[in-house]
Each structure stands twice: as structure tokens, then as C-alpha cells.
């Protein structure tokens, strides 16, 4: 690992992460880890109260993560191989923060559409969803986001019922180097989930 990705995991992530709002105690879900450069500064900031969920569909890359975490002596980091379906093996109102960093432009859009609806269901209420919508237009198109802006995504996801709350910007982590993102913030709050709960009931009525 380079130095500029050890500080990074060490100290810039962590402030990062704790301007993008997460805080100590907090229940994490780092939904596409890799080799945990967003889960092992996570894990720092929410400390051994906390719990960071790291999951990803690559076993080498949980292995390296695994490692990473007992080196420093990070006890709350849990790993988990998941198939790469669009399901988060969680019940229901019982995740603090999610992080979609780097990960939906590999999905298809009905695919990213189920990804949101799950993120509704297993966040608490005034969770925070925070996304790192990588290679759009703006930023290195590929994949499924070749088309889209920052703007589409931020409007495809209050598609699913979330608010938006922030944008925060600055050199941030990308695969084994830094670079200059911008990170959208989103909430469930609770009168979206009255909402959702009232148009699903007459959705039954109909």
C-alpha cells in the first residue's frame, strides 16, 4: 500500500468520513468495500461501539480488508462475501449509514432501483445513504453512468423516496490512488416513510 493510501486510511479518510456525517456508536454498511479503503477509516470513526459491515463479492479483496483491520487493531469491522445480487442481508430499520461508494455505475438502472429500495428498508429512520456515483459524465464516464450526470443520479435516487441533503467535495479515495469527488447525502426521514407507508396502502386499496 502506497503512503499516500496509508494516510489516507488512517487519517484523511477519517476526517472525511466524519464531514460526510458519520459519527461514533454508529451502525455501518460499506456495500461494495473492496479492500476497505472507505470501511477501515469508518471503523475509526465510529469506534469499538460501532460496527461497520464490509461486504463485497471478491474473497481476496475481504481477505486483504480482514487483514488491514486486525493489523490496526480494529475489533468492530465485520466482512461478509456476498453473490453480488441487489439484496442486503439485513432486517428491516437496523443500519445507521450506508455507503454506496464507487459501486452502482457497474449496476443496470433496474438494478440500482432495487439497490435504493433495499437501502430504504434496512436504514433507520433519518438514516443516512450516502453515494459516491463514480465515472459519470463529469468524472470519467464507463459502464452504466456513461450517460448520466451527477444531477441524473441525484434525481434517480429521490426516485426512491430518499431526501437530499448535502454534497461534499475533495480528494477522496479511488481504487489504489486519491482524486477529486464529490459525495451526494441522503436521508430517510420519517415523513417519507409515513408517506411510503400511506401510498403502499392504497396501492393495496386499488
Known amino acids: 500500500m502506497t503512503e499516500d493510501m496509508e494516510t489516507w486510511e488512517k487519517e484523511n479518510g477519517v476526517k472525511f468520513l466524519r464531514k460526510v456525517g458519520l459519527q461514533h456508536r454508529q451502525i455501518v454498511l460499506d456495500f461494495g468495500c473492496r479492500v476497505g479503503r472507505y470501511s477501515i477509516p469508518a471503523a475509526v470513526v465510529v469506534g469499538n461501539e460501532g460496527t461497520i459491515y464490509a461486504v463485497d463479492k471478491e474473497q481476496q479483496a475481504l481477505n486483504e480488508l480482514q487483514q488491514k483491520a486486525e493489523a490496526n487493531n480494529l475489533r468492530n469491522v465485520r466482512v461478509a462475501k456476498v453473490s453480488g445480487q441487489v439484496e442486503l442481508d439485513f432486517e428491516s430499520g437496523s443500519i445507521d449509514v450506508i455507503l454506496f461508494y464507487d459501486i452502482l455505475h457497474y449496476l443496470e438502472k433496474n438494478d440500482r432501483e432495487k439497490l435504493y429500495q433495499e437501502a430504504f428498508r434496512v436504514l433507520k429512520l433519518d438514516g443516512l445513504l450516502s453515494v459516491y ?33 448535502k ?40
Open 133 to 165: 456515483p463514480k465515472h459519470t459524465l463529469e468524472d470519467d464516464p464507463i459502464q452504466e453512468f456513461r450517460r448520466l450526470s451527477l444531477i441524473d443520479v441525484k434525481h434517480e435516487i429521490e426516485g426512491s423516496n430518499f431526501v437530499f441533503e
Open 167 to 206: 454534497k461534499h467535495c475533495g480528494l477522496i479515495s479511488h481504487d489504489d490512488g486519491l482524486n477529486r469527488g464529490c459525495v451526494l447525502n441522503f436521508r430517510k426521514h420519517e415523513w417519507m416513510e409515513k408517506h411510503k407507508r400511506n401510498w403502499n396502502f392504497k396501492e393495496d386499496l386499488e
